[in-house]
C-alpha cells in the first residue's frame, strides 16, 4: 500500500470513534395489559467492560403515532448516544394510538402504567440500572413527547427528568388526529379528562416535583403554537427548564438531530444529581 495512503488510513481510523454500543430487543410482560411487547435496549460500550460493580441511569425514549419500538434506531443514529454519555436507552412500544395514558373509555389500553411502570421495573430488575428517579429521564417525539410529560408528572418517583420532542403538549389540538377519540374519549362528552391531560393544566407540578425538564420543537411544526404557549405558562410559574426551536418541522431529520441534545441534557441532569450528593452514586 502507498505509504501517504496508509498513513491517512490509520489518521481516519484514530479519528473515527469506535461506537461499540450493543442493541437487544427484549418483550416485556404487562400485567394491566395481559400480554407482552418488545422493546429496544441499547446499551453502552462500558456495560460489557464494566463489571458486575458498574450501573448506568436510564433514559426512556418513546415513539410517535404510528410507529413502534424500532422506529429510533431505523431512523436514527441513537445508539452513539448510548456510549457518548453512557448511559442505557430504552425505547418501548406505546402502541400505534396509545397516547401513553391509561385510557378511560378503553380498559384494554393501559400504556401509562405498562411504560410508567412495568417496563421501568423490568428494566431495573434484568440490567445494572442505578434504579432511583435521579438516574432516570424520559423523553418522546410527537404522541411520544405528550407521553412523557404525562408520566413524568403522573410518576414524579420514578421520574427526575423528562423531556419532549415536537411534543404534542395539548391533546385539545389533535382532535382530528385518527385514533385519539378512543383512549381519550369524546371531546365533547368527556371535556374534563381532555382538559387535565393537557400538560398546561399541570405545568406547575413540574417545579413542584423537581423534575428537570426541556422542550424543543421546529419552527415549521404545526405543534410548536401548543409549545410555546406551554413554555410561556412555564415561564409566568417561575418553572426551570430548557426551551428551545430551530429549524426544521415533523420529520426524522429534526427529531434525530433534537435527540442529541435532549440526552445531553439528561446525561448533565445525572452528573448534576451526582455532584448534589456529595460524590456519593446517584
Not at 3 to 29: E, G, N
Not at 97 to 112: H, N, Q, T
Not at 265 to 278: E, G, I, L, V, Y
Request: with cysteine; hydrophobic share 40%; proline share 5%.
Amino acid at each position: 500500500m502507498n505509504p501517504v495512503r496508509a498513513f491517512w488510513l490509520i489518521l481516519m481510523l484514530i479519528a473515527t470513534p469506535a461506537w461499540a454500543y450493543q442493541t437487544r430487543v427484549v418483550s416485556i410482560p404487562s400485567t394491566a395489559m395481559h400480554r407482552s411487547f418488545d422493546a429496544t435496549v441499547v446499551l453502552p460500550d462500558q456495560y460489557a467492560r464494566g463489571g458486575d460493580a458498574t450501573r448506568f441511569p436510564v433514559v426512556y425514549v418513546l415513539h410517535g403515532s404510528g410507529g413502534d419500538y424500532t422506529d429510533w434506531t431505523a431512523n436514527s443514529h441513537i445508539g452513539k448516544l448510548a456510549d457518548r454519555y453512557h448511559v442505557i436507552l430504552v425505547m418501548p412500544d406505546g402502541g400505534h394510538e396509545s397516547w401513553y395514558i391509561d385510557s378511560p373509555v378503553d380498559p384494554r389500553s393501559r400504556y401509562e402504567t405498562y411504560v410508567g411502570t412495568e417496563v421501568v421495573g423490568y428494566i431495573d430488575r434484568h440490567f445494572r440500572t442505578l434504579a432511583t428517579r435521579r438516574a432516570r429521564a424520559i423523553t418522546g417525539l410527537s404522541m411520544g413527547g405528550f407521553g412523557a410529560l404525562r408520566i413524568a408528572l403522573d410518576r414524579p418517583d420514578e421520574f427526575g427528568a423528562a423531556g419532549s420532542i415536537s411534543g404534542a403538549v395539548d391533546p385539545r389540538g389533535c382532535e382530528d388526529e385518527p385514533g385519539i377519540e378512543r383512549v381519550f374519549g369524546d371531546p365533547s362528552q368527556d371535556a374534563e379528562f381532555w382538559n387535565n391531560e393537557a400538560i398546561v393544566a399541570s405545568a406547575q407540578n413540574f417545579g413542584r416535583e423537581h423534575i428537570a425538564l426541556t422542550i424543543d420543537c421546529g419552527v415549521n411544526d404545526a405543534l410548536v403554537q401548543s409549545n410555546r404557549l406551554l413554555h410561556e405558562r412555564l415561564v409566568e410559574l417561575g418553572v426551570p427548564h430548557d426551551y428551545a426551536e430551530r429549524p426544521g418541522g415533523h420529520t426524522w431529520e429534526y427529531w434525530s438531530n433534537a435527540v442529541k441534545y435532549q440526552v445531553l441534557f439528561f446525561a448533565s441532569t445525572f452528573r448534576q444529581a451526582a455532584r448534589d450528593a456529595n460524590g456519593a452514586a446517584i
